[in-house]
């Protein structure tokens, strides 16, 4: 564990000077279910990545092309540091591509 | 003196903190009328109307929106004002706790009046001393000169880059917030070289963003009140400071607290505010009467000046202190008696400490009730308990 400063060193009234700094707060250690995305259902409609409210659902530059042919330019993906499980990806999912699977099976 | 003497104008305390708002080029200043205050910052409202100070004037719709909107126009950078007292103190506490948590460094005053209920729209000190572990800065002052006097110095503590804190200035509602008294208003230039603005170093600003308000984990919030302990204490140099270097420039100062005909005294009054100034005219005719009684007048009450407290009293019989409070069910039932119990301990003086609460909903405390709390002090008799003066068995 990083060592914490000393009142001595921070910016008085918990203000935040160095912004954008919760990129560094790793946010998504206490979820249960993680969703997983199968890449062959999913139509890269986008609505997992509009609903998740951590922006957790990454889209990847990472072509993909199904087993009946169809190519995809993109991926999608989740970014386990940020999401906390809520399922709302699973849940909009119009096409049913999102499972939400306990974290230690995933 | 008589130059001086000339100089000043009728205004009662209330008209002359509008006064030093101006000449103090205040930024904004948010506004909720409550009695005894009001009459500031309606004063400020015509100010502002004529020409005479350039300011954003926010009606807002409580006084706890009055206080949020002074803390949040300070961060920004600018100079802010807000007056309250009572039941609008009181609906501002939460936000007391924010300003001084922000470390915003405003400045309020305060037109000191009872709480409900009973409803009572008269003068004792119920509502500053409910705020007076808030983390402020609490002044005292004791005549509308000092008070106009004591927000002039308030923006250059509070605006101090090693102190950041938002400043109190306290005086009694109606006694002295209605009542006229000469005043010396100072040559506005000259107020703004003595305490020019200086911003808030956090201030928002796109170019330099940063976040304010966030939420702090139990690893780093009792830091941040740690700073806010070491601000406070250490504010007292500066707070010294600013007050000799005001002497120097305005021919007038004041001191952390106050001893008059104190030095051959083997007792003393201690008062703040207009029991101040009352006694100061009462005791010489208090000494006739072979009391031999001094006035410890609280100034800067937050931080308490210790080491100010040792020096006056280490020397005297016994210690009076007038509460216009009531710390129900405390131990001494005066909150400023409790404290100063835990002073007298923490420095080993042997003090006879007698506890009054007087004045409570501005029961008027006249010269022979002056002259019977002196009389108290005079004799010297421990009191275990708290005295409830003038009450009625």
């Given at each position: 564990?990083?060592?914490?400063?000393?009142?001595?060193?921070?910016?008085?009234?918990?203000?935040?000077?160095?912004?954008?700094?919760?990129?560094?707060?790793?946010?998504?250690?206490?979820?249960?279910?993680?969703?997983?995305?199968?890449?062959?259902?999913?139509?890269?409609?986008?609505?997992?990545?509009?609903?998740?409210?951590?922006?957790?659902?990454?889209e990847l530059d990472k072509e993909y092309t199904t087993k009946k042919n169809r190519k995809y330019k993109v991926s999608y993906d989740v970014n386990a540091d940020f999401c906390k499980g809520c399922g709302m990806c699973a849940q909009e999912c119009p096409v049913k591509a999102i499972e939400m699977v306990p974290v230690e099976v995933a | 003196m008589l130059?001086?003497?000339?100089?000043?104008?009728?205004?009662?305390?209330?008209?002359?903190?509008?006064?030093?708002?101006?000449?103090?080029?205040?930024?904004?200043?948010?506004?909720?009328?409550?009695?005894?205050?009001?009459?500031?910052?309606?004063?400020?409202?015509?100010?502002?109307?004529?020409?005479?100070?350039?300011?954003?004037?926010?009606?807002?719709?409580?006084?706890?929106?009055?206080?949020?909107?002074?803390?949040?126009?300070?961060?920004?950078?600018?100079?802010?004002?807000?007056?309250?007292?009572?039941?609008?103190?009181?609906?501002?506490?939460?936000?007391?706790?924010?300003?001084?948590?922000?470390?915003?460094?405003?400045?309020?005053?305060?037109?000191?009046?009872?709480?409900?209920?009973?409803?009572?729209?008269?003068?004792?000190?119920?509502?500053?001393?409910?705020?007076?572990?808030?983390?402020?800065?609490?002044?005292?002052?004791?005549?509308?000169?000092?008070?106009?006097?004591?927000?002039?110095?308030?923006?250059?503590?509070?605006?101090?880059?090693?102190?950041?804190?938002?400043?109190?200035?306290?005086?009694?509602?109606?006694?002295?917030?209605?009542?006229?008294?000469?005043?010396?208003?100072?040559?506005?230039?000259?107020?703004?070289?003595?305490?020019?603005?200086?911003?808030?170093?956090?201030?928002?600003?796109?170019?330099?963003?940063?976040?304010?308000?966030?939420?702090?984990?139990?690893?780093?919030?009792?830091?941040?009140?740690?700073?806010?302990?070491?601000?406070?204490?250490?504010?007292?140099?500066?707070?010294?400071?600013?007050?000799?270097?005001?002497?120097?420039?305005?021919?007038?100062?004041?001191?952390?607290?106050?001893?008059?005909?104190?030095?051959?005294?083997?007792?003393?009054?201690?008062?703040?505010?207009?029991?101040?100034?009352?006694?100061?005219?009462?005791?010489?005719?208090?000494?006739?009467?072979?009391?031999?009684?001094?006035?410890?007048?609280?100034?800067?009450?937050?931080?308490?000046?210790?080491?100010?407290?040792?020096?006056?009293?280490?020397?005297?019989?016994?210690?009076?202190?007038?509460?216009?409070?009531?710390?129900?069910?405390?131990?001494?039932?005066?909150?400023?008696?409790?404290?100063?119990?835990?002073?007298?301990?923490?420095?080993?003086?042997?003090?006879?400490?007698?506890?009054?609460?007087?004045?409570?909903?501005?029961?008027?405390?006249?010269?022979?009730?002056?002259?019977?709390?002196?009389?108290?002090?005079?004799?010297?008799?421990?009191?275990?308990?708290?005295?409830?003066?003038?009450?009625?068995?």
């Amino acid at each position: 564990m990083e060592k914490l400063v000393s009142y001595k060193e921070m910016a008085p009234g918990g203000i935040v000077v160095n912004p954008g700094n919760s990129l560094e707060y790793k946010t998504g250690d206490w979820k249960v279910l993680i969703p997983v995305i199968n890449q062959e259902t999913c139509t890269r409609c986008r609505i997992c990545w509009y609903v998740c409210p951590d922006n957790a659902i990454v889209e990847l530059d990472k072509e993909y092309t199904t087993k009946k042919n169809r190519k995809y330019k993109v991926s999608y993906d989740v970014n386990a540091d940020f999401c906390k499980g809520c399922g709302m990806c699973a849940q909009e999912c119009p096409v049913k591509a999102i499972e939400m699977v306990p974290v230690e099976v995933a | 003196m008589l130059e001086e003497a000339k100089r000043a104008i009728p205004l009662s305390t209330n008209h002359a903190i509008a006064y030093a708002v101006k000449d103090l080029d205040v930024d904004v200043i948010s506004a909720y009328p409550i009695t005894p205050q009001t009459t500031v910052v309606e004063k400020i409202s015509e100010f502002i109307a004529k020409g005479e100070l350039d300011a954003e004037y926010i009606h807002v719709e409580s006084e706890h929106s009055a206080l949020s909107a002074a803390i949040s126009a300070s961060l920004t950078g600018a100079r802010a004002f807000t007056a309250t007292a009572s039941q609008g103190f009181a609906l501002m506490h939460e936000m007391l706790h924010i300003a001084s948590g922000l470390r915003a460094p405003l400045v309020m005053s305060v037109a000191m009046r009872s709480l409900s209920a009973p409803i009572s729209i008269w003068n004792d000190q119920s509502d500053l001393f409910n705020a007076r572990d808030a983390g402020w800065i609490i002044i005292f002052a004791h005549t509308a000169q000092e008070a106009y006097d004591t927000i002039i110095q308030s923006y250059k503590i509070a605006e101090d880059h090693n102190v950041l804190l938002p400043v109190m200035v306290g005086y009694d509602g109606y006694v002295m917030s209605h009542t006229i008294e000469p005043v010396i208003i100072e040559d506005k230039e000259k107020v703004m070289k003595f305490a020019p603005k200086v911003q808030y170093p956090f201030k928002l600003d796109p170019d330099k963003p940063v976040s304010i308000g966030s939420i702090t984990p139990p690893e780093y919030y009792y830091e941040f009140k740690y700073q806010q302990v070491q601000a406070i204490n250490g504010s007292l140099p500066t707070i010294e400071k600013v007050d000799e270097d005001f002497g120097k420039t305005f021919g007038r100062n004041y001191g952390l607290m106050e001893c008059y005909m104190c030095e051959d005294a083997d007792s003393l009054i201690m008062a703040n505010a207009s029991y101040a100034s009352t006694l100061k005219a009462f005791l010489p005719e208090i000494r006739k009467q072979g009391l031999n009684v001094g006035l410890l007048r609280l100034r800067v009450y937050r931080p308490f000046p210790l080491q100010k407290f040792v020096e006056y009293t280490s020397d005297k019989k016994n210690l009076l202190v007038i509460d216009r409070a009531i710390s129900y069910g405390a131990p001494y039932q005066g909150p400023l008696a409790n404290e100063i119990s835990g002073a007298m301990v923490k420095e080993g003086l042997k003090l006879n400490l007698i506890s009054v609460v007087a004045g409570i909903g501005q029961r008027t405390v006249e010269f022979e009730d002056f002259l019977a709390l002196a009389r108290l002090a005079h004799e010297g008799r421990r009191h275990e308990e708290t005295i409830f003066y003038g009450v009625r068995e």
